[in-house]
C-alpha cells in the first residue's frame, strides 16, 4: 500500500499569513494526488485534485503543487474560515489512502 | 444539486451486521463510481470499498474483505454496504462519496453527510 505522510500534524497560524501542507507519498505517484478540507462535524470537501488543479468554487488563495512523491498544499493569505482538517489522497493504485490529516488553527 | 444521503447507521453488537444504504440525486448516477469511506472517532479517512458504474466491478480494503459487501441499483440510485462480522474498530462514521470518473481511481467530488455506525457491547 502507498503511504502518504503529512507535515506538519498540526499548525497555528495569524490570519493573513501563508500556509504550506506538505504530503510525501512513498513512492512514484505522478500527479494522482488530491487535497480535502475538513471542518468539525462535517464531511470532507475537495479542494485541489490532480495536484494542482482547483475545483471549481474554490477559492483562489488555496494551492497545489508537486508531483512524484512531494506535494504541497499553500494557503496565500490564512482566514479565520479556514479552520480545519487538511487530508492528502493519492488514487495511483488500490487501495486509496489519505494522510493522516493536518489540523489548522488560528493563532 | 449533487446530494448523497446516507442512511441505516446505529449501535451493534461485535459479530452483529448492519446494512448502509446511500441514496443519490441530481446527476446521472451510472455514469459514476460509488466508494465508502470511514473515519473512526478522532481518526482520518480510511477508504473501505468501491463499486464501478454498473457495479460489475468492486474493490475493498484489506479490513472490509470477507466481511463487508457494496452493491448498487442504478434503477432507484442508490449503493448499499453491507456489514457482517462486525468488530469494535469498524466504529467509524461512514460517508457515501462519488467518484469523479466510472471506476475507483480518481477524487471524491461529492460526500454524504455521513452515518455513524456503533460497533459495542
Redesign the interface.
Known sequence: DIQLTQSPSSLSAYVGDRVTITCQASQDISN?L?W?Q?KPGK????LI??ASNL?TGVPSRFSGSGSGTDFTLTLSSLQPEDIATY?C?H???????????TRLEIK | EVQLVESGGGVVRPGGSLRLSCAASGFTFDDYGVAWVRQGPGKGLEWVSGINWNGGRTRYADSAKGRFTISRDNANKSVDLQMNSLRVEDTAVYYCARVHNSGFLYYFDSWGQGALVTVSS
Open positions: 494522482y488530491n480535502y475538513q464531511a470532507p470537501k475537495l485534485y490532480d475545483e487530508y489522497q488514487y495511483d493504485d488500490l487501495p486509496i489512502t489519505f494522510g493522516q490529516g
